[in-house]
């Protein structure tokens, strides 16, 4: 492990900065959670509404108790179960956790991410860290440091580099405010894993809008429009399942897993390519496929 590289991002964190992480998901843009002035940061830097609540990381389910309240002992299971790892478990936030960090809302979402680098730095700095993805709003998030925006590079202090990201997507949001629990953003982890665990977690209709105020109906989406289809026009780019026709167009795995690691990354390469529009072939339906649908659908609604 680097340790010079975990002291710089220590110190930096510590003393109100903004660094860049990497997390099993994509990365973040961190900062500490408790401190407003560097969350407004990192608002800033991502042009953030302000409406719009960040998640905040710890090094263990103990400490979970700093930054929440009234946790129920379902939380205490999950974490047991799945961190750290890809969930976000939305809980009652603590007075000490800042308002902009929440977005005004009393909750708080917390999670335990699954990267060495990233542990170890929650471990040295003993801070909580709100980390939003670290793209800018609306923009697809970044699952490697290759893939990060000019504006993210430009406004963070420091960028730790932990190779490509094993998830892909961003972390299952679970809200443990309500019964019964109820997803409001899907992930690698499933509504079936949830259940497994003896959690029976409601999906998000549209009122999840209102609950969780990230979900806006266009997010993720890369600057080129994405077309979903079934099979991608000739001579066209974009994502699909058998062979290539022409450089333009990348195979994907056709396992969920390996679709989800590969989707970000596969299409900020596109994206660089500047074409009139990326067509994605339509992967197969079915509770692992959710997040990846989910993702699609985001980046392919029109914008505004
Ligand atoms: O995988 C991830 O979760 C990544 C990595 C860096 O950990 N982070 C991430 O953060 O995706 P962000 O800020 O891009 O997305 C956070 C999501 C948003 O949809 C936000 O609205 C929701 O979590 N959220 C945060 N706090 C919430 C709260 N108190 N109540 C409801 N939703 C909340
Ligand atoms: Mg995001």
Not at 78 to 105: C, H, I, N, S, Y
Not at 210 to 224: E, I, L, N
Request: hydrophobic share 40%; glycine share 8%; with cysteine.
């Amino acid at each position: 492990m680097n340790l010079p590289e975990i002291q710089r991002a220590v110190e930096i964190l510590k003393s109100g900065g903004v660094v860049v992480l990497p997390t099993e998901t994509v990365y973040g843009l961190a900062c500490d959670a408790l401190n407003p002035e560097a969350v407004l940061r990192v608002f800033t830097i991502k042009a953030r509404p302000s409406d719009n609540p960040l998640i905040v990381h710890v090094d263990r389910f103990e400490r979970v108790a700093e930054i929440a309240q009234n946790v129920p002992p379902e939380a205490a299971r999950l974490a047991e179960r799945f961190w750290p790892g890809p969930l976000t478990m939305v809980l009652q936030k603590a007075p000490r956790v800042p308002d902009v960090t929440t977005g005004g809302l009393d909750t708080v979402a917390v999670r335990v991410p699954n990267h060495p680098l990233t542990l170890e730095v929650l471990k040295a700095s003993g801070l909580a860290l709100a980390a939003p993805s670290a793209n800018v709003f609306t923009e697809l998030s970044p699952t490697s440091v290759e893939d990060l925006s000019d504006a993210v590079r430009a406004g963070a202090d420091l960028v730790l580099d932990g190779g490509p990201c094993a998830v892909g997507v961003e972390s299952t949001v679970l809200d443990l405010t309500e019964v019964p629990a109820r997803i409001l953003r899907p992930g690698a982890i499933t509504a079936e894993d949830l259940a497994s665990c003896g959690i029976e977690a409601v999906k998000s209709d549209g009122s999840g809008l209102r609950r969780s105020p990230g979900r806006y109906p266009r997010h993720y989406a890369p600057r080129t429009p994405v077309i979903l289809v079934a099979s991608i026009p000739e001579g066209a780019g974009g994502l699909c399942f058998g062979l290539p026709e022409n450089p333009t167009q990348i195979q994907m795995p056709s396992d969920p897993s390996g679709y989800r690691r590969e989707l970000y990354r596969a299409l900020h390469r596109l994206d660089r390519l500047r074409l009139g529009a990326v067509y994605v072939e339509v992967p197969p339906q079915g509770p692992e496929w959710e997040a990846v649908q989910d993702r699609l659908l985001k980046a392919s609604s029109a914008p505004g």
